[in-house]
């Protein structure tokens, strides 16, 4: 029996609104996957996280990682479950507006979540634009601000492109791009694992309870979140996903496992290579933390093949690019599909199938907000891509305590309810919250990052800032699209909207 929640009682539920006009059954299992794994840019994330996690913990930097993997997984199985019961490409949106009502869900579900992955797609296009003017040997470029952002705005025109072309074509350049990646991480930690290293591999560095600061470990955990994020990405293409309610809920859940594999071979193969000494290739040496592949690869690898692990990471950049737009342009699709966004966003184009609009609307925006931050401050850019952290936290925990609000009345139906609807989505909220608090009174320290002000730290500014605009954004939609904030939800003949 299904038992209506308090939210659907208020606002009336937010039904799946037929008709958006996506392409349904254009991938399967193994795409979906591949789409999950490409949007956390495995070897761009694992390159320039494990440096500092290693400064923070030094050999327990696994013990980090498998800590910083329990509330994602926690977190995956409420994904999965709302998206069983709800499987639409708003997914965030539509699952805390059920749950909490059309304010956090606006706010939280929509706002949240592309401003987190919209200044993420500014680091991720310039970070691929720096390294493939490396690899063409353009070194002067790459030193220079400006040729890097016309590059980076270039790579955006190129992803944006593809996916607006169709899933179908995105997927199939996925393939090739996450095989690339993947192939030379598995590469490198055969070849360090094969190398006389300067520390022998032990189980023990699994042991979170070896670390004598527990204080450490919060701060490392906290910056191992980052590596896992974007998975999520996958599920915003359910509604074009074969089976897409119990399909795309199983590929979250493999592809975090298949990160948390991936991630731990990498870092026993490293610090097993280099050690975490403070000096020449240790992991521990604060000069080598921003890119630690690129300081390994070429004495594990060779000189030639450590260019194998550059294109590896600049892949990975483009790879995650191009996911953030799929995702992004299906979210808001939904959001005006639902009546919470002007109804250009629903606009789909009649022979690919894609939200055009949304696709183009958001690669211009990743443009234009790259160039603004590289016009105030090179290290205005890098604290902006710090404060992603807070805004992973918040959306995520909300996302999985909605998941046991919303099922709260069925918990008892079974032992399968109670624990992968209400205790595990629990456990991974509360998790993601009090990871959120302690960023938040991390960054706040003015020593947090690059800029401060008045005493306040950047990225603390920068990433409580974008929640105060969304709210003030909140504010202003709620005069636009009364009906949605009234109601919580549209008909379904307003939704077909597809371009001349």
């Not at 019961?85 to 929509?110: H, I, N, S, Y």
């Not at 909300?398 to 629990?426: E, H, K, M, N, Q």
């Amino acid at each position: 029996m299904t038992h209506p929640t308090d939210a659907e009682a208020r606002t009336g539920p937010v039904s799946a609104p037929a008709g958006k006009g996506l392409r349904g059954g254009s991938v399967g299992l193994l795409a979906a996957v591949t789409l999950g794994l490409s949007s956390v840019a495995p070897a761009y994330s694992i390159a320039v996280t494990l440096g500092f996690v290693t400064l923070v913990v030094g050999n327990f930097a696994p013990a980090a990682l498998l800590m910083g993997f329990l509330p994602i997984l926690l977190t995956a199985f409420a994904f999965r479950e709302l998206n069983r019961e709800m499987p639409d490409c708003g997914t965030t949106f539509v699952w805390t507006t059920r749950a909490f009502g059309p304010l956090t869900g606006w706010l939280t579900g929509g706002w949240v979540v592309q401003s987190a992955t919209l200044i993420a797609m500014t680091a991720l296009s310039q970070v691929g634009a720096t390294y493939l003017l490396q690899l063409l040997g353009l070194h002067s470029l790459a030193g220079s601000p400006a040729a890097v952002t016309i590059t980076a705005v270039l790579l955006l025109a190129a992803a944006t492109s593809i996916a607006y072309r169709g899933l179908h074509l995105a997927a199939s350049v996925q393939y090739v791009l996450l095989g690339l990646q993947l192939a030379a991480l598995l590469g490198f930690g055969a070849a360090a694992f094969a190398r006389h290293g300067a520390a022998t591999p032990s189980l023990d560095w699994l042991n979170p309870f070896a670390v004598a600061d527990l204080g450490s470990l919060a701060e490392a955990v906290l910056l191992c979140l980052f590596i896992y994020w974007g998975w999520d990405a996958l599920i915003t293409a359910n509604e074009e996903t074969r089976d897409g309610d119990r399909v795309a809920g199983q590929a979250a859940v493999i592809s975090t496992l298949v990160l948390l594999g991936t991630y731990l071979f990498t870092a026993f193969a490293a610090i097993s290579f280099a050690g975490t000494g403070t000096g020449g290739i240790g992991l521990g040496n604060p000069d080598n933390a921003a890119d630690i592949l690129s300081t390994l690869a070429p004495p594990v690898l060779g000189t030639a093949l450590a260019k194998v692990m550059q294109l590896a990471v600049c892949v990975s950049a483009v790879s995650a690019l191009l996911t953030s737009l799929v995702g992004s342009s299906r979210s808001t699709l939904s959001m005006a599909a639902h009546g919470a966004l002007p109804h250009a966003f629903a606009r789909i184009h009649p022979r690919h199938r894609t939200p055009g609009f949304g696709t183009v609307f958001f690669g211009a925006a990743a443009s234009c907000l790259l160039v603004l931050l590289t016009l105030v401050s090179a290290n205005f850019l890098g604290d902006a891509i710090l404060c992603i952290g807070l805004l992973i936290a918040c959306y995520y925990g909300t996302t999985a305590l909605a998941c046991v609000w919303y099922f709260r009345g069925r918990l008892r139906d079974s032992l399968r309810d109670l624990i992968l609807r209400g205790i595990l989505p629990l456990l991974g909220g509360l998790l993601m919250l009090a990871a959120f608090a302690r960023s938040a009174h991390d960054v706040y320290d003015p020593a947090y990052g690059a800029t401060s002000f008045h005493g306040i730290g950047g990225v603390f500014l920068l990433g409580a800032g974008s929640i105060a605009t969304g709210a003030l954004a909140l504010a202003i939609a709620r005069t636009r699209f009364r009906r949605f904030f009234r109601d919580g939800r549209t008909t379904v003949a307003e939704l077909t909207i597809t371009e001349d």
